[in-house]
């Protein structure tokens, strides 16, 4: 006799943390969230650093929000879950 099945759905995560099942443990979360420095942090960074603006201004970007990458994870049992791009 088989147990219920489990059905997951996947869930787009956002820039902040996001209500789901985990798909791995099939807790009910809300994501934990961790920025770092994303792709357009570090063209804008060049760009700035290009103009002018390289004793430490070039490193702005990598400080703003809008420029961050946002990954998720569980915060049960530690998984990725996935990353929201800039």
Known sequence: MKGPEIVT???????NPTHMI??????????T????????????????????CFWGCCLIPCCIDKCMDVSHTCPNCDSYLGTYKR
Do not use: N
Request: charged residues 10%.
């Open 22 to 31: 985990c798909p791995h443990c099939h807790a009910e979360i809300d994501t």
């Open 9 to 15: 759905t996947v869930v787009p995560v956002g820039p």
């Open 33 to 52: 969230t961790k920025s770092k420095p994303g792709l357009v942090a570090y063209i804008s960074g060049a760009i700035l650093c290009i103009i002018g």
